[in-house]
Structure formats: C-alpha cells, structure tokens
C-alpha cells in the first residue's frame, strides 16, 4: 500500500477508505499517462460528500432536491422538489445517508473515469 505522500487521492475532499480502496484497485492496471488522465478526469467528476450533506441540509429551507440533481439523479430531484423531499422524509434519509449518496455516485466515476482513461491512451 502507498503512503499518504506517494498517493495523490488523499488530496481529496472527505475521501473515505471505500473511495481510496476503489481508486487503488481501479488504476492498478493503468500505464502512467493512463493514470494521469484519470485522475484529472475523475477530480473533475467527483463529489465530495461534504457538499452533498451541505445540498441536504439546503432542502430544509426550501430547496429540496438539490443533493439528487449535483448527483445526476435529474428524476429523483424533481420528485424530491415538487413534494418539498418527499414531506421532508426523503430530505432526513439523504441527510442520514449521504456518505453513501457521495460513495455510490463516486464508484461510478471511478468506472466511468477509468474507462475513458484506457480509451484516451
């Protein structure tokens, strides 16, 4: 495993040990330009699941939906808008749930990013 020095995603964010877990074996395979292109690729696409809690708590004051749209979840969020986050109770579960939120959207970046990297180089 590499140090916190040699490794460039612990300059991310609220990166949490799933998320470094998966960008270690994510780009295990990848030549160094690979592993260039991805990580700008992927820094651009990821979110940082303290924002994600910060869109949470936004849609207690009126904008709900918010955290779903900055996840892509484009149908979630206007369903979560225009019934004010489900009565608020979808809003409280995000809340709860939104290291998860970030770490499930993050996972799919990773793959995206990755796929991408392999085409580019």
Do not use: W
Request: one cysteine or more; proline letters at 2%; a neutral charge.
């Amino acid at each position: 495993m590499t140090t916190n020095q040699n490794n460039p995603y612990f300059s991310f964010p609220g990166i949490t040990a799933e998320e470094m877990y998966l960008l270690n074996q994510a780009t295990a395979d990848l030549n160094e330009s690979q592993l260039r292109n991805f990580q700008m690729i992927y820094s651009t696409k990821r979110k940082n699941p303290g924002d994600v809690l910060l869109f949470c708590i936004l849609g207690f004051f009126g904008l709900a939906g918010i955290q779903r749209f900055v996840l892509g979840q484009i149908g979630m969020g206007i369903l979560y808008f225009f019934t004010g986050g489900l009565c608020v109770i979808g809003t409280i579960v995000d809340l709860v749930n939104h290291k998860q939120l970030a770490n499930e959207y993050n996972r799919d970046m990773i793959y995206e990013s990755y796929q991408i990297a392999k085409m580019g180089a």
